[in-house]
Structure formats: structure tokens, C-alpha cells
């Protein structure tokens, strides 16, 4: 008798993604003046998932990610995010933009194109400087910015001024700072769109591997349809509207 086989009258049903969501978008919209960027939008993110955002140039793809991070406020609509202590949700629009900087802080992690870092640190301290702001000890965070870099394979460079790095390198500095305060959300905006299709590829290896787990989800804008193919699933944005469901 097969004994790893599931009992489907005895094991829990699967929870939908609708049921098991970490960040949702409900009818969220932003406008630019007479310019409609994002229009009624319906998103579940839910963990352990990698989600490309996908569509043409302008068709709100930038829009739908800073809405959900919260970097820009949903003009309708709402973006929730479950509390980590299970005991409910947030809704970011809702906040002030204090307890909303204080949730990008400790919950949501960023990688932009150009990394945006700060080119006279060295890569310890880039990677140190979340853990700094959210209160943590000068000690404490250079040896766990040391641990997320050596993670993800940049030993010997941690002492290195960015603008002494590759492009490749500087942009697992930027993961590894996107990571290091082990946040619920990473958000990357074309985060391999200034490399070169090989290192392109070795960045995104290490950002599916180390963005999702199990209580984290990876949301990535991408032209790049191979970087969407990498993805477990791609959300398509046509003029400020999702396609399909989301
Ligand atoms: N700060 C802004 N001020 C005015 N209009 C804006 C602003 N940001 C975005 N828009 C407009 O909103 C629409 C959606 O822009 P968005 O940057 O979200 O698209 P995108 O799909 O990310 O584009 P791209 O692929 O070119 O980066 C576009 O028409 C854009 O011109």
C-alpha cells in the first residue's frame, strides 16, 4: 500500500491563493492627472510565490507595483497586508504615511534596475543600513549584512565600495539588502534590466532562490518575457488594467 499517498477524506482541502493571501490588491486605482495608470486592480499575492508583472511600456506595470508596496497611495480601493502575528490585516491606504513607512521598512524588501545604492559605502554597509534604521546595533547588523552577502556568494567582497563592484555584483548587494531584514514582500522593477543577458540570468537565479519562501513572496516587473517565464505566474497589465485574474 502506498502510505504517502494524501486521504482526500481525511486531509484538510488546499487553500485557495484567494484564502492563503499575504498582500491583495482590492479595485485599486492611481491617476496621474487625466492619465488613468492603474485601474480598478484585483491582486492576491500569497507566500512562497514568485509573480512577474508584465505589459507593454506605460500600460502601469511600476504603477501596480508601488501601489502595492505602498510607495504610492491607492487613490481608490484598498491594499491589504496580513499582520505576521496572524492577527488580521493592514490596509495601506488607510495609514498614515508613518505607520506605512514603518511597514516598508519591516515587512516589504526593494531591488531597483540601477540597485540604488549608496556608492560611498561598502557593500557591509548597504546591507547593514535597513537593519540600522529599524533600530538594530552597528554590531549586530554589520554581522548579519557579512552572513546575507557571504549567502549569497560574495565572500571577500564585503569590505568593497560599490563603484568597486561589477554590475552583477553590486545587484546581489542589492538583494542581499533587499533580504536581510527578512521581509514578508521583496519588490523588484526590472531588477535585471541594466545587466547583460548572462549575468542577467545569474541575478535572477539568485533572486528566485532566495526572494520566495515559505513565508515570503517575490513580486518582479519585467519586460523581459524570459524573466516572466521564470515565474510562477505573470500578471499582464494592458492600459492601467490587469488581464485575466490575478
Ligand atoms: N509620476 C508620474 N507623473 C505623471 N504620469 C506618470 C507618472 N508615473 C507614471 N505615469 C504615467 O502612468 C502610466 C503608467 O506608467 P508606469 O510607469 O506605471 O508604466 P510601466 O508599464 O511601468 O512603463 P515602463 O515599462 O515604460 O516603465 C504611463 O502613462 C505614465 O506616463
Same mark, same amino acid.
Given at each position: 500500500? %502506498?502510505?504517502?499517498?494524501?486521504?482526500?477524506?481525511?486531509?484538510?482541502?488546499?487553500?485557495s491563493r484567494e484564502q492563503r493571501w499575504l498582500l491583495q490588491a482590492r479595485g485599486a486605482g492611481k491617476s496621474f492627472g487625466g492619465t488613468r495608470a492603474l485601474i480598478d486592480a484585483a491582486v492576491s499575492i500569497a507566500p512562497g510565490e514568485s509573480v512577474a508583472i508584465t505589459g507593454p511600456s506605460g500600460s502601469g506595470k511600476s504603477?501596480?507595483?508601488?501601489?502595492?508596496?505602498?510607495?504610492?497611495?491607492? /487613490?481608490?480601493?484598498?491594499?491589504?497586508?496580513?499582520?505576521?502575528?496572524?492577527?488580521?490585516?493592514?490596509?495601506?491606504?488607510?495609514?498614515? %504615511?508613518?505607520?506605512?513607512?514603518?511597514?516598508?521598512?519591516?515587512?516589504?524588501?526593494?531591488?531597483?534596475?540601477?540597485?540604488?545604492?549608496?556608492? @560611498?559605502?561598502?557593500?557591509?554597509?548597504?546591507?547593514? &543600513?535597513?537593519?540600522?534604521?529599524?533600530?538594530?546595533?552597528?554590531?549586530?547588523?554589520?554581522?548579519?549584512?557579512?552572513? /546575507?552577502?557571504?549567502?549569497?556568494? &560574495?565572500?571577500?567582497?564585503?569590505?568593497?565600495?560599490?563603484?568597486?563592484?561589477?554590475? +552583477?555584483?553590486?545587484?546581489?548587494?542589492?538583494?542581499?539588502?533587499?533580504?536581510?531584514?527578512?521581509?514578508?514582500?521583496?519588490?523588484?522593477? @526590472?531588477?535585471?534590466?541594466?545587466?547583460?543577458?548572462?549575468?542577467?540570468? @545569474?541575478?535572477? /537565479?539568485?533572486?528566485?532562490?532566495?526572494?520566495?519562501?515559505?513565508?515570503?513572496?517575490?513580486?518582479?516587473?519585467?519586460?523581459?518575457?524570459?524573466?516572466?517565464?521564470?515565474?510562477?505566474?505573470?500578471?499582464?497589465?494592458?492600459? +492601467?488594467?490587469?488581464?485575466?485574474?490575478?
Amino acid at each position: 500500500m %502506498d502510505t504517502t499517498r494524501v486521504d482526500p477524506t481525511t486531509s484538510p482541502p488546499a487553500q485557495s491563493r484567494e484564502q492563503r493571501w499575504l498582500l491583495q490588491a482590492r479595485g485599486a486605482g492611481k491617476s496621474f492627472g487625466g492619465t488613468r495608470a492603474l485601474i480598478d486592480a484585483a491582486v492576491s499575492i500569497a507566500p512562497g510565490e514568485s509573480v512577474a508583472i508584465t505589459g507593454p511600456s506605460g500600460s502601469g506595470k511600476s504603477t501596480l507595483l508601488h501601489v502595492l508596496a505602498g510607495i504610492l497611495p491607492a /487613490e481608490h480601493g484598498g491594499v491589504f497586508l496580513r499582520r505576521g502575528d496572524g492577527s488580521g490585516s493592514d490596509n495601506l491606504v488607510a495609514l498614515s %504615511d508613518a505607520a506605512r513607512s514603518a511597514i516598508r521598512l519591516r515587512r516589504f524588501g526593494f531591488v531597483f534596475q540601477q540597485g540604488l545604492l549608496l556608492p @560611498e559605502l561598502t557593500a557591509t554597509e548597504n546591507v547593514a &543600513l535597513p537593519l540600522l534604521l529599524a533600530g538594530a546595533s552597528r554590531a549586530v547588523a554589520n554581522t548579519r549584512a557579512v552572513a /546575507e552577502l557571504q549567502r549569497l556568494g &560574495l565572500a571577500g567582497l564585503e569590505a568593497r565600495r560599490i563603484g568597486q563592484l561589477s554590475g +552583477g555584483q553590486a545587484q546581489r548587494v542589492a538583494i542581499a539588502r533587499a533580504l536581510v531584514a527578512d521581509p514578508s514582500v521583496i519588490f523588484a522593477d @526590472e531588477p535585471t534590466g541594466a545587466l547583460d543577458s548572462h549575468t542577467a540570468e @545569474e541575478v535572477l /537565479e539568485v533572486l528566485l532562490a532566495t526572494g520566495p519562501d515559505a513565508h515570503r513572496a517575490l513580486l518582479i516587473v519585467t519586460h523581459d518575457a524570459q524573466v516572466a517565464s521564470r515565474c510562477d505566474r505573470v500578471i499582464r497589465l494592458r492600459d +492601467g488594467r490587469i488581464e485575466g485574474a490575478a
